[in-house]
């Protein structure tokens, strides 16, 4: 079965400051792996996916992760955080394009100025 | 594309009252999915359809809930009766299409049953 841990709810971070958002995963298959981002009361937009290609992965907004099998991660990070990215953050895991995307129980950004 | 439309994007309605959502996927996709959000639960899958079968809907959370695909370009999630407790935000995703490697959401359509 897949799943998805993102290992904390909540991160506070000072603006100009590194994000660090953690996920680990569990796929019984080579997983494709996501993270969507959904700003209040706003829909889910997808930052960044890993598909098998290369296992550093850039997104939008300066967002990167690294997909490392041997520790079943795929960490979210962001050299400098700006106040816009305070939103919450999914990671997400499938093994093909016609399964549900399964997803983390979020984690909330929280940038301080 | 216009992207994944839901409708409506605000529902409020009165306890015991039919509720039905709509979503329209985009063309040419042949997955799509019903998620509910809440702030106990996070975002779970209801149920999802391919081909405009249902294949698993064993998150839909009682006989209350219904779903259908009637062709590849719409999709209704109906409740009946709505219950206070069934307030969230209900989205819906499609992808599929040759070349995707990531399912598109619709805005999502909040529902408050009072």
Redesign the interface.
């Known amino acids: 079965a897949q799943s998805v841990t993102q290992l904390d709810s909540h991160v506070s971070v000072s603006e100009g400051t590194p994000v660090l958002l953690r996920c680990n995963y569990s796929s019984s298959y080579s997983p494709?792996l996501?993270w969507?981002v959904q700003h209040p009361n706003?829909?889910?937009q997808?930052l960044l996916?890993y598909?098998s290609a290369a296992t550093l992965v850039k997104g939008i907004n300066g967002f990167e992760a690294e997909f490392k099998k041997s520790e079943t991660s795929f960490h979210l990070t962001k050299p400098s955080a700006h106040m816009s990215d305070a939103a919450e953050y999914?990671c997400v895991v499938t093994y093909s394009?016609?399964?549900?995307?399964?997803?983390?129980?979020?984690t909330r950004l929280s940038v301080i100025a | 594309d216009a992207g994944v439309i839901q409708s409506p994007r605000h529902e409020v309605t009165e306890m015991g009252q039919e509720v039905t959502l709509r979503c329209k996927p985009i063309s040419g996709h042949?997955?799509l999915?019903w998620?509910r959000q809440t702030m106990m639960r996070?975002?779970e899958?209801l149920i999802?359809f391919?081909n405009n079968v249902p294949i698993?809907d064993s998150g839909m959370p009682e006989d209350r809930f219904s779903a259908k695909m009637p062709n590849a370009s719409f999709s209704t999630l109906k409740i009946q009766p709505s219950e206070p407790r069934d307030s969230a935000v209900y989205?819906c995703?499609s992808?599929?299409s040759p070349g995707?490697?990531?399912?598109f959401?619709?805005?999502?359509t909040r529902l408050t049953v009072v």
Not at chain 1, 97 to 106: E, I, M, Q, R
Not at chain 2, 105 to 108: A, K, R
């Open positions: 494709s996501f969507y706003k829909g889910l997808l996916k598909t999914f394009g016609n399964t549900p995307l399964v997803f983390g129980k979020g | 042949n997955s999915f998620y996070g975002l899958l999802y391919n698993d989205f995703a992808w599929g995707d490697t990531e399912a959401f619709g805005q999502g």
